[in-house]
DNA sequence: GAGCACTGC
């Protein structure tokens, strides 16, 4: 027998008398469906997938300056209550004092008022995201002031303030978030210029993202990816344009977001000279409510080790303030297993049709279809099968059932399916995903959610200078969201595919990143940043000494770092590039004369950062051999990279139809396509920084690349990964030339069984085995070569 | 013979 229980309030799941106050919102809800937005007032049904609402791209003509303009010096107060009165577009005023939010803004204001800093917890659906800077805009701590700062030349009169920054881990999240915030804070009819270009060619929002900038004058609400505010940073070490900074979803721990934590309290503990005077509010905002460590570190404001300028005497701790709002979410009934299961497929799938065999297909709040949670895309497969076989035996009369798979490496059409509803009416809709679907998409119509309780993570281990990335538990936190999905769009049911025991038994959250990760690119952003010691900088989850280390000497090695540990001119060029540290020594390597060989390793650089693989992994026979047919013209005996070469030249000469293209020789056109842009970025970098002339506009046509240019190339790359090569043992294995480890070429290696004097690999992966990915054959004698720092 | 998920003026 299954044992049931229900979660608490603190787990995120409204249960017992909340259910009342759940039916409130319920009966706004076709007020909301009719201004045409989500549920939640901002989450796209597929998040990460549709791009459908980002709007036009790269238009260089609503590029404002986000530097200090004089112009605007703050919005009119609005009179009397604000609760009855929202400003902006009356069209939304309903669907905005529906949301949970909307009662507690004075509360915000408020508290705001009389704190530094604001830690916010709003479960999903809360109108956090969207509400909380409107709030803010008009306070009178939030508007521009001009201001004597200190600086270099003496004082100098600046503006500072008026903006402020919500951060948003992913680049989607903050182009949505500022079209839907632009629809309504913006006053309609202002200019005629809205109609024509969209909602954020004027007004007082705007974002800034990779490759997408929208922030026209006047902006007082920008949305950007924390990656962007770092970049920010470099230049503006005080944040002088903003006068808060919303730091939104911290719960996901990203390395960005935990550097950018660190140099937010340092400015908050800071003596604010460089702000003229001005405080900075932060704003920190969680959908999870395991907050304790993170008020703790933003109201620890001590500042050894933070200010060195600054007197250590009687500075006043950074005062914190905490505020949970309610979510709107549906009560999720939780059944776990009363034993460990032996067989999670064979869980899984009398899980499944006991769900599908007992529960209705439709209720009053829509669709029923289930949402299962696997570890990868091998497990999801086979699954599948399963599923589909065991589907075939159903009585007639009982409904059917439609599996979707959902991980990443999928195409999008693919991706697609698994959130449309099945197109017959009488079918389930049963999506097997990865952890996709736990944060960055949404799937709609689910009410069931399986779970088995573990994800794949990487992990890295400084020691080896390797990353794993196998199955483990998830932790709890991780859990309760995946329970969450059920609750979305009715009352739910979570089943887990683990004992209670077991739960109880799961890390109370996730490892950050940062402890997960190489550091190496941590450490240089702060070095970049003005950080001497980045053992003293302030981080919620300090990674180990050890890890810090290897990424010094790693650096050093790169030439990023001098004998001393500041920053070279070569490590001040590299961080100037949004490419992992190796591959900017790469670049600067290339753009020397002994090389000389920038745009091919751009070309590079590009297909390797543009996300996973762009070839997709082939399922059936057939396929994988007509792919194969059209890929052997890409293959290069040199190895992976030279492929990748060939690959997106080939693909830049191609004229007529690119989408097809990548269709018959099964490559991701999205991968593709970010390739692309990433080409370009680097190369407009490239220029800039006189490391090149203006390169002719494409389509250039496609030479093969000669043997001696690709040795040339390998070499140049060998400048930032000499490290990572590996020599073939009399035993016909590869040992690694630091570390003596053996590594196998990974079989989506182009390289793979096949015997090479030396290769050079820029991956370093453990999962069934040590894998070198991303392998190019070179020879022994280039290794020493590379690592003569005087070329 | 094998593929968690994001991201960067």
Redesign the pocket.
């Known amino acids: 027998m299954a044992k049931k229980r229900k979660t608490d309030a603190s787990d995120g799941i409204r249960v017992g008398d909340k259910i009342l106050s759940l039916s409130g919102y319920l009966t706004k809800r076709p007020k909301l469906e009719a201004s045409s937005t989500s549920k939640d007032g901002l989450t796209l049904s597929n998040e ?2 549709s791009t459908k609402n980002q709007g036009p791209s790269n238009s260089k003509e609503d590029l404002s300056k ?1 530097g200090v303009s004089t112009k605007t010096e703050g919005l009119p107060l609005s009179q009397g209550d604000r609760r009855l009165k929202p400003i902006g577009n009356p069209k939304y005023f309903d669907a905005r004092q529906a949301l949970p939010l909307w009662s507690r803004q004075d509360d915000i204001r408020q508290r705001l008022r009389q704190n530094d800093v604001l830690v916010l917890v709003g479960e999903t659906g809360s109108g956090k995201s969207t509400q909380v800077p409107q709030f803010l805009i008009q306070e009178d701590w939030c508007q521009r002031k001009k201001v004597n700062v200190k600086g270099d030349g003496g004082v100098q009169e600046m503006a500072v303030g008026g903006m402020i920054a919500v951060t948003q ?6 182009t949505t978030l500022a079209h839907r915030v632009a629809k309504e804070a913006n006053i309609p009819g202002k200019k005629k210029d809205t109609e024509r270009h969209g909602p954020l060619s004027d007004g007082i929002v705007g974002y ?6 929208r922030v026209p004058k006047g902006t007082k609400i920008k949305y950007v ?4 505010l ?3 940073l ?3 070490p005080h944040l002088r344009q903003y006068s808060a900074i919303i730091v939104d979803e911290i719960h996901e721990r ?3 977001v935990d550097l950018l934590s660190g140099f937010l309290k340092q400015i908050l503990s800071g003596d604010k000279a460089g702000r003229g005077g001005i405080p900075l509010k932060v704003v920190i905002m969680s959908a999870t409510a395991n907050v304790g460590s993170i008020k703790k570190f933003f109201s620890d404001a001590d500042p050894e080790g933070s200010e060195e300028s600054a007197p250590p005497v009687t500075r006043p701790k950074t005062s914190v303030d905490f505020l949970q709002i309610e979510g709107r979410q549906f009560p999720v009934d939780i059944t776990h297993t009363s034993k460990p299961v032996p067989d999670i497929q064979d869980a899984l799938l009398n899980t499944l049709f006991k769900i599908h065999k007992q529960e209705s297909l439709f209720d009053k709040h829509g669709r029923k279809d289930i949402l299962a949670f696997l ?7 086979s699954a599948q099968r399963l599923i589909e076989e065991h589907a075939e035996t159903l009585p007639a009369g009982v409904p059917k059932i439609a599996v979707l798979p ?5 195409s999008m059409e693919a991706q697609h399916k698994a959130f449309q509803p099945t197109k017959d009416k009488n079918t389930r809709k049963i999506v097997l ?4 679907a ?4 949404t799937v709609p119509g689910v009410r069931f959610v399986v779970d088995c309780g573990k ?4 992990q890295y281990r400084p020691r080896l200078g390797m ?1 794993s ?1 196998l ?1 483990k538990p998830i932790s709890k936190s991780s859990a309760i969201q995946r329970t969450g999905r059920a609750g979305r769009e009715g009352p739910g049911k979570c089943f887990r595919l683990y004992t209670e025991e077991t739960y109880e038994s799961l890390e109370k959250t996730d490892l950050p ?1 940062i402890l ?2 190489d550091v190496l ?1 941590a450490v ?2 702060m070095k970049a940043r003005g950080i001497d010691d980045v053992l003293a900088f302030p981080l919620m989850d300090p990674p180990e000494f050890e890890s810090v280390e290897k990424a010094l000497l790693h650096l050093h090695i790169l030439g990023a770092l001098a004998d001393d540990g500041s920053i070279t001119d070569i490590g001040r060029k590299m ?7 190796p ?2 020594r790469v670049l600067i390597a290339a753009a020397t004369p002994k090389y000389d060989c920038l745009l091919e390793v751009i070309d590079i650089i590009s297909c390797i ?5 762009i070839f997709l ?3 059936s026979e057939e396929t ?1 051999e007509e792919a194969e047919e059209f890929r052997k013209e890409l293959r290069r005996r040199e190895g992976d990279l030279i492929t990748y070469l060939t690959t997106i030249q080939q693909y830049s000469a191609e004229n007529a139809d690119r989408v097809r293209w990548c269709k018959d020789r099964k490559i991701n056109t999205r991968n593709m396509k970010q390739a692309m842009n990433i080409r370009k ?1 680097l190369r ?2 490239c220029v800039k920084q006189k490391m090149m002339e203006q390169p002719p506009a494409d389509p250039q046509p496609f030479y093969p690349i000669t043997p001696e240019r690709s040795a040339t190339i390998l070499k140049c790359f060998l400048k930032g990964f000499a490290l990572k090569t590996a020599i073939l043992a009399p035993d016909n294995s590869y040992v690694t030339a630091h570390g003596k480890h053996v590594v ?1 070429v ?3 290696s182009v390289l ?2 096949q015997k090479k004097e030396a290769i050079m690999f820029l991956e370093h ?1 453990y ?3 040590n ?1 070198a990915k991303k392998v190019s054959a070179i020879e022994a004698q280039w290794i020493v070569e590379a690592v003569d720092r005087s070329g």
Not at 438 to 441: D, H, L, M, Q, R
Not at 609 to 613: C, I, L, Q, S
């Open positions: 990460g997938v986000e881990p992913r680049r989607v999240a903050a800034s993202v990779r490759f997408d900038h990816t924390e990656g962007m770092l970049q920010e470099l230049r503006d990203s390395v960005d570890t990868g895309q091998e497990e999801i497969e959902l991980f990443g490496q999928l995903a990865t952890n996709i736990e944060t960055s998409v994800a794949k993570v990487k990353e990335l199955a990143e997960r990760t690119n240089l952003t961080v100037m590039f949004p490419v992992p540290p591959y900017a950062t543009a996300g996973d693989d992994q082939i399922q994988k970025q407009g970098l196998a990974h079989p989506a793979h069984g992966v999962t069934q085995k894998y």
